[in-house]
């Protein structure tokens, strides 16, 4: 059933509530921290992981999320927007962002024989795809202390226990505890 693409890492790198959520019911992460308010811990080890990758994709909301931000962040990456429902990319993020609406499996043999070796997905329903499909190799969740009470979860619906191996987990002075896991599909 799983069916990993040899030579491929698929990673997830994710901020959440103490309560599981990434975001508000409404979509917003207004209670994340900005940059300017973290402590020495800086991104909490995001530069590092996102020079590590060769592309990353995400889905149609966290695309139209991350415009809301302003500068487009991700200069310098290939970045992939999956979508069934929108023709064309913004035009704030022509030339900087491609779509793609055809199945993960494919997407990831075509972004290996294009010479991809580690992709980032980012976004819940992107994240929780690539998870159902047996896709996803490793996840790294940065929990934010805060207690949300309700919003749009990570983890959502899942058929059956997916086994995670530990691999480190980390505390920073703000409180902020990021747990990193590979995943060990049956």
């Known amino acids: ?19 599981g959520f990434i975001a508000r019911e409404n979509g917003t992460v207004d209670w994340l921290p900005s940059p300017d308010e973290t402590d020495q811990s800086g ?19 966290t695309l139209e999320k991350v415009l809301e931000f302003g500068a487009w962040p991700y200069e310098g990456k290939r ?4 979508s069934t429902s929108i023709s064309q990319v913004p035009d704030q993020v022509k030339g900087k ?26 976004g819940g329903k992107t994240i929780q795809s690539f998870l159902k499909e ?10 934010v202390p805060i207690l949300l009470g309700n919003g749009i979860r990570l983890f959502d619906g ?29």
Do not use: W
Request: hydrophobic content about 40%; glycine content about 6%; charged content about 20%.
């Open 158 to 186: 899942n058929e059956h226990d997916i086994p995670l191996k530990h691999l480190e987990t980390n505390s920073f002075q703000s409180g902020f505890v990021q747990s990193s896991y590979e995943i060990e599909y049956a």
């Open 43 to 61: 991104d909490y080890g995001f530069s590092e992981f996102f020079n590590s990758v060769d592309c990353l994709v995400m889905g149609r909301n």
């Open 1 to 19: 059933m799983y069916k990993r693409i040899e030579g491929v890492r698929v990673s997830a790198y994710i901020a959440a509530s103490l309560d």
């Open 79 to 82: 970045v992939l927007v999956l």
């Open 134 to 143: 047996g896709l996803l190799t490793d996840i790294t969740i940065t929990t």
């Open 97 to 122: 962002a491609e779509l793609y609406a055809g199945s993960l499996y494919a997407l990831l043999k075509l972004l290996r024989s294009e010479g991809c070796s580690r992709i980032y997905v980012d």
